[in-house]
């Protein structure tokens, strides 16, 4: 069974920087794709990022050359480097996994695994 929890949330200032990170447990993060979302409240989550089990990565044009998302498969450790934060990236930022490969990488619906979430918070 897929775990996934989250960690590395907190509150900074515009211009500052956060990582997060997401710890696997239950499977081989190897053989994931794996995303980062976000979510306010009163809308849906969107995708912020994805690196899938190749390697290769996707953004958001929101955060693009912002952010970046990595992972260690040694570790079974999935991160997203956040630098220059804007207020408009306050968000709960959720980690999602999925064992399939995935057509559409920033629908939430695509991912069968999800973590609770860790809160950012850019003022």
């Known amino acids: 069974h897929v775990q996934l929890v989250e960690s590395g949330g907190g509150s900074v200032q515009a211009g500052g920087s956060l990582r997060l990170s997401c710890t696997v447990s239950g499977y081989d993060a190897l053989y994931l794709c794996m995303g980062w979302f976000r979510r306010v409240p009163g809308k849906e989550r969107e995708g912020v990022a994805v690196n899938n089990r190749r390697g290769t990565t996707r953004y958001t044009e929101f955060v693009r050359g912002r952010f970046t998302i990595s992972r260690d498969n040694a570790k079974n450790t999935l991160y997203l480097q956040m630098n220059s934060l804007k207020p408009e990236d306050t968000a709960m930022y959720y980690c999602?996994?999925?064992?399939?490969?995935?057509?559409?990488?920033?629908?939430?619906?695509?991912?069968?695994?999800w973590g609770h979430g860790t809160q950012v918070t850019v003022s």
């Open positions: 999602a996994a999925s064992t399939r490969s995935i057509p559409n990488w920033a629908r939430q619906y695509n991912y069968e695994y």
